[in-house]
C-alpha cells in the first residue's frame, strides 16, 4: 500500500490551462505539505496544512490554490499555466516534526 | 530563517569505499530536526537518516551515520562500503516544529564501479 499517493505522475498541458493534482496519505499524519522541484533540483515549500487548515503558503501565486477536504487529502489545483509552472510537484506528509513521507511526484511540463 | 547549504554539487565515491556529504545550516531555534533524503534517478525522495538536534549521540542507519556538530551546525552524512545503489542526489534538509522543511541543494553522488 502507497503511504502518499498522488495522481497524475505525469502531466503534459497547454499554457493557459487549468490543472489539478491530488494528493492522499494513509498514514494517519496530521500535516500535508506540496513541494515545486524545479529544473536544477531545488526543493521549495509552497503550502503545508495542519489538520485542514494552511498553515504556511510561501509568496506562491494565486492562481496556485490548494484544498485540504480532510486531514488525508491535499490537492492542487492550477489556473492559467504558465511556462515557468513546469516542474516536479511533490506532495508529502507527517506527524509533526516527524519524517516527511514524499509522494512519487508528478512532473507538470507546461508547453 | 533557516538556511541549510550543500556545498558539494557533485561528488564521486568508488564502490565499497567511504564518502562524505557535508552540509551545514542556520537556525535560531535550539529545537529541530535534521534529516538526509536520497533522490534516485526515479524521482522518489527517500528518508536516509534523521537526527534529533537536543540529542547528543548521531544517528547511524546501517552503512550510513551522520557527524552531527551543533555548536558547529554540521550535519554530515558518511556512507560506508558505497553501493551502485547509492547513486542519487541527497539533500539535506531541517524541520523545527512542524509545517515547514527547509532543503539544501543537494549533492550529486556518483559511484564507480
Known amino acids: 500500500d502507497t503511504a502518499v499517493s498522488q495522481t497524475p505522475k505525469y502531466l503534459v498541458t497547454q499554457m493557459g490551462n487549468d490543472k489539478s493534482i491530488k494528493c492522499e496519505q494513509n498514514l494517519g499524519h496530521d500535516t500535508m505539505y506540496w513541494y515545486k522541484q524545479d529544473s536544477k533540483k531545488f526543493l521549495k515549500i509552497m503550502f503545508s496544512y495542519n489538520n485542514k487548515e494552511l498553515i504556511i503558503n510561501e509568496t506562491v501565486p494565486n492562481r496556485f490554490s490548494p484544498k485540504s477536504p480532510d486531514k488525508a487529502h491535499l490537492n492542487l489545483h492550477i489556473n492559467s499555466l504558465e511556462l515557468g509552472d513546469s516542474a516536479v510537484y511533490f506532495c508529502?506528509?507527517?506527524?509533526?516534526?516527524?519524517?516527511?513521507?514524499f509522494g512519487s511526484g508528478t512532473q507538470l511540463s507546461v508547453l | 530563517a533557516q538556511t541549510v547549504t550543500q556545498s558539494q554539487p557533485e561528488m564521486s565515491v568508488q564502490e565499497a569505499e567511504t564518502v562524505t556529504l557535508s552540509c551545514t545550516y542556520d537556525?535560531?531555534?535550539?529545537?529541530?530536526?535534521l534529516f538526509w533524503y536520497k533522490q534516485p534517478p526515479s524521482r522518489q525522495m527517500i528518508l536516509v537518516i534523521r537526527?534529533?538536534?537536543?540529542?547528543?549521540q548521531n544517528a547511524t542507519e546501517n552503512r550510513f551515520s551522520v557527524n552531527f556538530q551543533k555548536a558547529a551546525k554540521s550535519f554530515s552524512l558518511k556512507i560506508s562500503d558505497s553501493q551502485l545503489g547509492d547513486a542519487a542526489m541527497y539533500f539535506c534538509?531541517?524541520?523545527?516544529?512542524?509545517?515547514?522543511?527547509?532543503f539544501g541543494t543537494g549533492t550529486r553522488l556518483k559511484v564507480l564501479a
Open positions: 508529502a506528509s507527517s506527524q509533526g516534526a516527524g519524517v516527511g513521507i
Open positions: 537556525t535560531s531555534e535550539s529545537d529541530y530536526y
Open positions: 534538509a531541517i524541520a523545527r516544529g512542524t509545517y515547514k522543511y527547509i
Open positions: 537526527q534529533e538536534a537536543y540529542k547528543q
